[in-house]
Structure formats: structure tokens, C-alpha cells
């Protein structure tokens, strides 16, 4: 929160109460914002340990970071233990450190080493209470009122547990919320003004340990919702009703942490003998480095994977690069953990009684999302580019915080998106901003313009995308950047890159560029409302009225030098090879002009005030004009050749 915004009465904050970390979230006049803990961390992780007493002593970072040390006292995953038997559980149990046994009614309950029993509402209590008081210390409040996620699929037992949890909190559930549509809200799905069909979409989490892909239909709510099971109104906004829900318990980025450790062990014994016996500080350190490896390949396109095998011979040091194709394959292979996921969503698809054409939204959620094999086939098999422009480990909170702020009618500050409130274009050369779609724009928006290199032989770019009023990118606000690379080396002017940008109803941008003759693209997807006020946007809107004509003239420069540079490269080259065929005085007028135009690039680059814009395009059109010869000539010798 800004120290100058009022602090709320009786807030009611947005909880994603997850398997291994939780957030909160609330709605601030800048949107939906995941509140921090003292030390900027957003994520809490889901574990609390206990004393020998049963005390509660940690939660949270410090409680994960010393599990290995207390495994009986620590207490993690504790969400797979809500609401249910400890038979139920069973299926669970291998997979947690600590002791579960029967409490009364057959409820799981967690043995602590010194004798004392916990229920799994009073751990996930421990983590409410310290998201409560994080929460407290940042809107300066008492919080006492919650909207809190739950899975999908949980059943009347597991939420009950969950309300019974912040029960013991101190915290009042205003309302349970399923994971994926918070997700769906966070992304302003069925909140549009200007959408009023009713629309299907899925909901793909991907986390470390568990997969759930979740069928929702959004209903506007001037339309008749029906009363089906799973319908879960949103005060005043739109009704999503759960269609199906497909999962796996057991499938997550875990698992391909172990095929990488797995893949390292192997390679390790035939460099250094398969009697060897790794430590399990190695061990830890394999671990480590196959989650870094892998979370590196879904930025770049390779990694390398450097490790000290402690007790191997001849220095052992095990070392290799690994590139993205090489781990996409493995992940990716038939029957393989990618296809795992992929069958889990034609389940969920089945069981919805539906074809992957009739999802018209996809949107990602959880960690593992992030790894690009996961959002091209996800992707693929829905014919639909999926949502992943917020943080998909915070989507869930944010959407939460949404749902609150409707709750607590308090739609303040909130942007109308039937509109692009700034706007969005692509940073060129020297700095200036082209504008391809404007503001107040209606969306769904769509603009593309073509763009070239201005470099030879650039066989990568950078797209900065952008959004604002000014002319310039330094006095824009950067909504992120992405690389088209691959491309062909060729002269500088001649690739052809088509940049299209595509804002959808819900206002989530789409910006992908695709060099024409190699075929490459590359895309970024944003929200380009996300974190500005009402407030922001008049002050942009007033700043460019304040700037607008020292604006456009820096912008005219800077495209000016641009052009011109290429101008010169172009004339003087031609110069070179056929100036000798033409009149003398024609050759000296244009090499006057490229001196004076020359000249004026090299002002106009250092300090763009420096030069009269009218006076340079002058230069730029006498130069071109001046050339016709030298063009005629070439045409002329190209004949000749032939
Ligand atoms: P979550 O449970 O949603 O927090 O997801 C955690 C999982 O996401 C872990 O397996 C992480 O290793 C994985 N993860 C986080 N960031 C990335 C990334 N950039 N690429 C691939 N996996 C990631």
C-alpha cells in the first residue's frame, strides 16, 4: 500500500491457501496486489513446525529451510489432509514426513514426537494466522474477513475444514472459492462489460507436486445461470460453474527435477564407475541444481550444469550443457510427463462432454506453466494461445483479492476494460515509440505494422513493448520485452517483421512478431491494466498534453537519424560501385548532400534539439532526390549483367 492511501475498515482480503505456499492478496486502488512480508517475500510456505510441547515455533520459510533437520516436527502438505480420514488419506501417506493416525470419527491427525495430536485445521490455522498478521502490518488494520480458495474438486468436508481453519485464526470466511475461478477472475473473465455471452473455458495448474485442469462456464449474470451442482455465484458479477475437473496428485515440476537428477546420476557413474556412492550432500546439490537447470531452459536456450561429485575420482567434477530441444524431448517424449498432462485435460474434456474447440479460453496457472513445451502443447491441443500474462503462482491469490473487493462492494479505482485505457506500441530505433493501437481504443483491439532491422546481418531483436502517451520510451512505462531470434542474416532494412498486437475482451494483450521470410515468431502476452490507477492514467493522459509538441519533434529527429543512416549506407554503397558512370556534377551533388545530411545525422543523434527537423527532412528529401541517377545507373548495370 501507499503510505498516502487511506488504511480500509474491516478489509477483506483474497487467500490462496495452497499445498506448499500461500498468499494474500487485497485490492488496492492500483488492482489486485499480493500483500508482502516484512522481508518483500510474497509466497508463505505451507509449513509449520512444532516444539517438543506442541507449540507452534515456525511458519513459513524458516520452518521449510530446517525440515530436513525436524522431520517429525514439521508439518507440510497439510492441505491433502483437510476434511479427510486418515483412510482416505491413505494414498498420502508415504509421501509426508510426519505421523498421521486416526483422531476422533476417523479424521486424520497429525502425531507429534512429543505425544501431542494436531488437526490439520489447526495447522493450516498457524498459516492463516500468520497471512492475517502480514496482511494486518501492511494495510495498518485489523483484518478479520476472508474470501479463501480451495481446489476445485474439494468436497463439502474439505471446505468445512477450511472454514473451521480460519475459524481458529480469528478470520471470518465471507466466502470459499474454487482455485480456478479465482484464476478465471484475476484475468477479469466474465467481469467485461461488452461480453455478454455465456463462454467455456479451462483452467490449467501446473504446480510442483499436482496437476488439476478444471472445465468452467461463465454465465453473465443478466442470463439465466440454472442450478446445476458447483455453481458458485461472484455478488453481482458473473456465475462460473464447474463443468469437470480432471487431476493428478502426483505430476508436477517435481518430477522433472528427479528425471534431471536422474539423467546427472547416470551420466556421473559412466564418467566415474558405478560403484559410486553419492553423499547426500551431493545428492542435495543435484536436486538443487536439476530445479535451477530447469528453470533456466524456460528463458534460454541452454543450460550448463557444473557439480562436484564428492568422493569421485580424478577431481570429480561432472559437467555438461544441456539445450532446451534435448530437455523437450525427454519431457516431451510419447507417454511422457508432458502427454501425462495433456491426457489429464482430454479427461477433464470427456468428462465435460466437450471438444477442445468449444474452450474459448485457456488460462495457466502454477509454477510449472512457465516451461514453454507446457503452454505450446496445452496450446495445441485447445487451438487457443493460453492465458499467461500474470504470475501464475500469484493468479490465484490475485482473482481472490478480486472476488473480495465485489464482495466488499468496493469496486473503487477499478478501470473500465471495455476500453485500452494507455496506449500500446513497440520501442524503434534511437528510443521513439510506435503506437499501434491508441487509447480509448474498444476491445477487443487488433493492429500490426511492419518493422525491419536496422542493423546487418541481426540475426536476433528485442521487442520492448510499451504503453503511454509520450513519444519517447524513456518516458513510457516498459510492460516487458521479448526476443525474436533464428532469423537469416540479412542487410540491414531488408528482413520483414510483422508485429501484431491483439488486446482481447478481457484486456489481456497478446503481442507476437514473425520474421516473414524465415517463418520465426515469437509472442509475450501481458496485462497492460495490471497495477495502474484511474489516477495513473490521467496523469499520463495530462503529462503528454504538457510534452506533446517537444514530443513529436524529438520523435520526428530520432526517426529522421534512423532513416537517414540507412539512407546513407544505401546511396553511399551505390556510389561506390557505379558513381564513376554518372555525370560529374550529379556525383558532386550527391556526395554535398551526403556530407550536409551526414552532418545532421550526427547532430541530431548527440542532442536532438541541435537540429531543425524541418530543415533535416529537407536534407533527407534533396539526397534522395539527388540519388535518381545513381539508381538509374545501377538499374542500368544490372541489365547490362544479366
Ligand atoms: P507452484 O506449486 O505453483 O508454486 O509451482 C512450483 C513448481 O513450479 C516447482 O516445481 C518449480 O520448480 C516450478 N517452476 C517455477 N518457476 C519455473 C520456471 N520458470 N520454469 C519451470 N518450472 C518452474
Redesign the pocket.
Known amino acids: 500500500m501507499s503510505p498516502e492511501s487511506t488504511p480500509p475498515s474491516d478489509p477483506i482480503v483474497g487467500i490462496d491457501l495452497?499445498t506448499?505456499?500461500s498468499l494474500v492478496a487485497y485490492v488496492t486502488d492500483k488492482g489486485p496486489t499480493i500483500l508482502l512480508s516484512e522481508s518483500g517475500e510474497a509466497g508463505l510456505p505451507s509449513v509449520v513446525r512444532y516444539s517438543e510441547s506442541g507449540r507452534a515455533e515456525a511458519v513459513g520459510e524458516s520452518a521449510r529451510q530446517e525440515a530436513v533437520e525436524h522431520p517429525l516436527h514439521t508439518v507440510s502438505s497439510v492441505k491433502r489432509l483437510m476434511g479427510r480420514s486418515r483412510k482416505d488419506a491413505q494414498g498420502e501417506l508415504d509421501f509426508l514426513s510426519y505421523e498421521v493416525v486416526e483422531g476422533e470419527r476417523d479424521a486424520a491427525r497429525i502425531a507429534l514426537p512429543g505425544g501431542a495430536l494436531k488437526s490439520p485445521e489447526e495447522v493450516s490455522a498457524e498459516i492463516l494466522r500468520t497471512l492475517k498478521q502480514r496482511a494486518e502490518a501492511t494495510l495498518d488494520t485489523e483484518v478479520r474477513r476472508a474470501v479463501i480458495t480451495v481446489p476445485a474438486y474439494f468436497d463439502d468436508a474439505q471446505r468445512q475444514a477450511t472454514r473451521h481453519a480460519a475459524r481458529l485464526a480469528g478470520l471470518d470466511v465471507v466466502r470459499i472459492v474454487n482455485e480456478p475461478t479465482a484464476a478465471a477472475l484475476a484475468y477479469g473473465i466474465g467481469r467485461t462489460t461488452n461480453n455478454a455471452e455465456p463462454e467455456t473455458i479451462a483452467v490449467f495448474d501446473l504446480?510442483?507436486g499436482t496437476l488439476d485442469v478444471s472445465i468452467l462456464r461463465v454465465i453473465p449474470s443478466a442470463q439465466e445461470a440454472g442450478d446445476g451442482g458447483g455453481v458458485g455465484g461472484v455478488g453481482g458479477a458473473d456465475m462460473f460453474r464447474v463443468l469437470s475437473t480432471a487431476g493428478d496428485t502426483r505430476l508436477?515440476?517435481?518430477d522433472v527435477?528427479r528425471m534431471l537428477v536422474e539423467l546427472f546420476t547416470r551420466e556421473a557413474e559412466q564418467q566415474f564407475g558405478s560403484g559410486l556412492d553419492f553423499t547426500p550432500r551431493t545428492r542435495q546439490a543435484m536436486r538443487l541444481l536439476a530445479?535451477q537447470t530447469?528453470?533456466k531452459l524456460?528463458k534460454e536456450k541452454s543450460a550448463s550444469v557444473r557439480i562436484e561429485i564428492e568422493g569421485a575420482p580424478d577431481g570429480g567434477v561432472y559437467e555438461r550443457t544441456i539445450t532446451r530441444d534435448e530437455f523437450e524431448q525427454s519431457i516431451g517424449a510419447e507417454g511422457g510427463w508432458v502427454m501425462r498432462a495433456i491426457a489429464c485435460c482430454e479427461r477433464a474434456l470427456r468428462d465435460a462432454k466437450l471438444t477442445p474447440q468449444q474452450i474459448e479460453r485457456v488460462v495457466m496457472v502454477?509454477?510449472?506453466t512457465?516451461?514453454p513445451l507446457v503452454q505450446r502443447r496445452v496450446g495445441e491441443l485447445f487451438a487457443s494461445e493460453p492465458y499467461t500474462a500474470l504470475d501464475?503462482?500469484r493468479v490465484v491469490a490475485l482473482g481472490a483479492a478480486a472476488q473480495a473487493s465485489i464482495l466488499d462492494g468496493r469496486e473503487q479505482g477499478a478501470l473500465l476494460l471495455d476500453v485500452v485505457p494507455l496506449s500500446l506500441g513497440i520501442e524503434t530505433v534511437g528510443g521513439a515509440v510506435a503506437k499501434l493501437i491508441m487509447r480509448n481504443a474498444s476491445v477487443p483491439a487488433r493492429a500490426t505494422e511492419m518493422f525491419s532491422t536496422s542493423v546487418d546481418a541481426q540475426t536476433s531483436i528485442m521487442l520492448n513493448v510499451v504503453q503511454g502517451e509520450r513519444e519517447m520510451v524513456e518516458d513510457c512505462r516498459s510492460l516487458g520485452t521479448f526476443h525474436l531470434s533464428g532469423m537469416p542474416p540479412m542487410p540491414a532494412g531488408i528482413p520483414q517483421i510483422e508485429v501484431l498486437f491483439m488486446v482481447d475482451v478481457n484486456g489481456v494483450l497478446d503481442v507476437s512478431a514473425v520474421e516473414k521470410r524465415s517463418g520465426k515468431r515469437a509472442n509475450m502476452q501481458v496485462v497492460p491494466h495490471h497495477g495502474l490507477s484511474a489516477e495513473d492514467v490521467d496523469r499520463i493522459e495530462r503529462e503528454s498534453f504538457t510534452h506533446a509538441l517537444e514530443d513529436m519533434t524529438r520523435h520526428r529527429v530520432v526517426d529522421l537519424v534512423a532513416n537517414s543512416r540507412l539512407d546513407l549506407k544505401w546511396i553511399t554503397e551505390l556510389v561506390d560501385r557505379v558513381g564513376a558512370s554518372i555525370d560529374p556534377a550529379q556525383l558532386e551533388a550527391v556526395n554535398a548532400g551526403i556530407t550536409a545530411l551526414r552532418s545532421l545525422v550526427e547532430r541530431g543523434d548527440a542532442d536532438w534539439r541541435s537540429v531543425d527537423a524541418e530543415a533535416f527532412h529537407q536534407a533527407k528529401q534533396s539526397l534522395d532526390e539527388a540519388s535518381v541517377p545513381l539508381h538509374e545507373a545501377s538499374i542500368a548495370r544490372s541489365l547490362r549483367d544479366e
Open positions: 495452497g506448499t505456499n504446480g510442483g508436477g515440476g517435481d527435477d530445479e530447469k528453470i524456460s502454477g509454477g510449472s512457465r516451461i501464475p503462482d
